[in-house]
C-alpha cells in the first residue's frame, strides 16, 4: 500500500486469492478517511474546507473494471462492493483519491486456474 495522505488512510480489502476461470469474485474494499463536506462551519463561523475522497478506481491486469466518482454525500469511510469475472492471473489494484492531495492505493493477486 502507498499512501500520500497527511494522515494515513486505513484499507482494508476482501477479494479472493484464486477462482476457477469465468467465476464471478466479489470485491469489497473500505477505507478509513478523515471526511469533511465543506458545508460545516466552525466555532468561529468559517466553513470547514471539504476533505473527501473524490475517486475511486479498480484495475484488474491493469485494466479499469470499476470506478467511481464520489461527492460530499459520501461516507466518511466509504464501503464498496463490485462484482467481476475471473479471467486471467494477475493484481487487482484498488485506488482512492481526494481532496487535498489524498491518495492511496492497494493491491492484491488473483491466480485463476
Known amino acids: 500500500m502507498t499512501e500520500t495522505a497527511q494522515t494515513p488512510a486505513r484499507v482494508l480489502v476482501n477479494a479472493p486469492k484464486t477462482a476457477k476461470r469465468g467465476d464471478v469474485i466479489e470485491i469489497k474494499t473500505l477505507v478509513s478517511h478523515i471526511m469533511e463536506t465543506g458545508f460545516r462551519h466552525d466555532t468561529s463561523g468559517n466553513l470547514v474546507p471539504r476533505n473527501i475522497i473524490t475517486r475511486f478506481e479498480c484495475r484488474y491486469d491493469g485494466a479499469v473494471i470499476f470506478a467511481a466518482d ?12 463490485f462484482f467481476t469475472v475471473a479471467t486471467v492471473s494477475g493484481p487487482l489494484e484498488f485506488s ?12 492484491a493477486m488473483l491466480t485463476v486456474a
Request: proline share 8%.
Open 70 to 81: 464520489f461527492s460530499p454525500a459520501i461516507a466518511a469511510n466509504p464501503f464498496l462492493t
Open 96 to 107: 482512492w483519491t481526494g481532496d487535498n492531495g489524498f491518495a492511496t492505493t492497494h493491491q
